[in-house]
């Protein structure tokens, strides 16, 4: 068993002043494997502290001098990419299938933001004046649990790239990933204060750094009602506040799509991380003169895809992170039986024979309305519904009746075509006939799936201020 007791403040592995310790589990086990003391409001005021010392010297260095750093910081992550990979599939519950690349992203992701910084410049001229793009100072920021080293890196990478410090609240059910990510980061050689973390609850850490009045900026990563508590708390001290929040995705199956093709992809686009993805494409829509055609495919594949041991390599949706995410995904597969809408696969409980572990039956729902629960929230599982339309002009309206925007995907035999829908939908990211994936282009919502863009050009001017510098002639 793991226990891990320390945080990292202004460069050192210090004890926290908080007292609390959490278990962390595996969850195909439901056993503890690790226990973590929580950091509290002291903590996160000393790292603030520390934070905002370094900003001071660290604001001011150069380009070259940080792309220094982020090297180093990508060697020292390459080189724990084993221990990453078995933390990320004991601790999630990843398939090994895909806990290699989760492990590979972190490292990536610093590097995309070491691109954004080698090609931005900083200083541009406007007739005869200058733009100055300065960093905004100490950046809070806020991860979730279900990508825990990717934002992580992909955060403060970009933040260090704009000339900020930074202090990390990352989820406490991640904590031995944290503790890997960590301990690189420190063999990387930041100087002192420029990376705080402070592994804690987000109702007493997260609060403190959402209201203290020396973190000028706030990035977070997670739930929709979360992200609208963070923008009050920093309203006060007019944060600069960046959010990228939950998704109920549609999935726009075209009339002239190949269902061959579109079946296997709206299976990867709903059960991409064991369904916990914010945008995840759990709103399946279909033509209503193909539905059938559609059922008969989508519930075989379905019904042969394997839920269970992470370490099995056939294994394409693991356990749950936790057992309060496990007995919410159950209530929301029964308030879609409640409601009237037809279970083509899956449905509550476990797998055949699984006894023990968080792990959901992939199951897919057909006679879906879009105003039934399962279609209005996210539910942050291997949960899908099919939604039938008449026409194209009501798939759109399908699609843009939702509160959320944060990505969506078409599947059309025409890719002109295909576009077409996609510049119709309101969604910060629209995919077209496959899981393309472009760390470069930024990402963030519509609507209440957030404020702001993280990733390339945009992702770094949001830790940054433009200032006019004109002289008179």
């Known amino acids: 068993?793991?226990?891990?007791?320390?945080?990292?403040?202004?460069?050192?592995?210090?004890?926290?002043?908080?007292?609390?310790?959490?278990?962390?589990?595996?969850?195909?086990?439901?056993?503890?494997?690790?226990?973590v003391r929580l950091a509290d409001e002291d903590d996160a005021n000393r790292a603030v502290a520390a934070a905002r010392r370094a900003f001071a010297s660290f604001s001011r260095t150069s380009k070259s001098e940080r792309l220094d750093l982020l090297q180093s910081m990508i060697r020292a992550l390459e080189a724990r990419e084993d221990d990453l990979y078995e933390a990320i599939v004991d601790e999630y519950g990843s398939?090994?299938?895909?806990?290699?690349?989760?492990?590979?992203?972190?490292?990536?992701?610093?590097?995309?933001?070491?691109?954004?910084?080698r090609q931005y410049d900083f200083t541009q001229r406007i007739n005869a004046s200058e733009l100055v793009m300065q960093?905004?100072?100490v950046a809070g920021i806020i991860?979730?649990?279900?990508?825990?080293?990717?934002?992580?890196?992909n955060k403060f990478a970009t933040a260090l790239a704009a000339g900020c410090t930074a202090v990390i609240k990352p989820s406490e059910m991640s904590a031995i990933q944290t503790q890997i990510v960590t301990e690189a980061l420190h063999e990387a050689g930041l100087p002192a204060g420029v990376l705080n973390i402070v592994t804690g609850r987000g109702e007493v850490v997260g609060a403190t750094i959402s209201a203290h009045p020396d973190i000028a900026k706030i990035s977070f990563t997670g739930s929709t009602a979360v992200g609208k508590t963070i923008w009050r708390a920093g309203a006060d001290t007019l944060k600069r506040i960046t959010l990228e929040l939950g998704g109920k995705s549609p999935f726009i199956?075209?009339?002239?799509?190949?269902?061959?093709?579109?079946?296997?992809?709206?299976?990867?686009?709903?059960?991409?991380?064991n369904g916990q993805a914010c945008g995840a494409g759990t709103r399946i829509l279909v033509p209503q003169s193909r539905v059938k055609e559609f059922e008969a495919l989508i519930g075989t594949a379905a019904g042969n895809i394997r839920s269970g041991d992470p370490r099995d390599p056939a294994t394409v949706i693991g356990p749950l992170v936790s057992e309060k995410q496990w007995n919410r995904v159950q209530r929301y597969i029964r308030v879609g039986i409640d409601e009237g809408a037809r279970l083509l696969t899956g449905g509550e409980g476990r797998p055949d024979g699984h006894q023990s572990g968080w792990f959901v039956r992939p199951t897919v729902f057909?006679?879906?309305?879009?105003?039934?629960?399962?279609?209005?929230e996210e539910i942050f599982g291997p949960v899908l519904s099919i939604i039938t339309y008449r026409d194209l002009e009501e798939a759109i309206a399908i699609a843009n009746d939702t509160t959320y925007g944060l990505q969506a995907y078409v599947v059309s035999a025409d890719p002109a075509r295909a576009r077409e829908v996609a510049a119709r939908i309101d969604a910060g990211r629209v995919l077209i006939n496959g899981l393309a994936q472009d760390l470069a282009v930024p990402f963030g919502g519509f609507k209440q799936s957030g404020i702001g863009r993280e990733l390339g050009t945009l992702g770094i001017e949001a830790y940054l201020e433009p200032k006019g510098v004109m002289t008179a002639v």
């Open 135 to 137: 960093p905004v100072g």
């Open 1 to 35: 068993m793991q226990q891990i007791d320390k945080i990292y403040i202004d460069g050192e592995f210090a004890t926290p002043h908080g007292e609390e310790m959490f278990d962390l589990f595996n969850p195909a086990t439901e056993q503890v494997i690790g226990r």
């Open 95 to 117: 398939p090994v299938s895909r806990a290699r690349l989760m492990a590979k992203y972190a490292p990536v992701a610093i590097g995309e933001a070491a691109k954004v910084l």
């Open 253 to 273: 199956v075209l009339d002239d799509a190949n269902f061959a093709e579109a079946v296997p992809f709206a299976l990867q686009a709903g059960f991409v991380n």
């Open 366 to 376: 057909t006679d879906v309305r879009n105003d039934m629960t399962i279609a209005r």
């Open 143 to 153: 991860t979730p649990w279900n990508a825990n080293a990717l934002f992580i890196c």
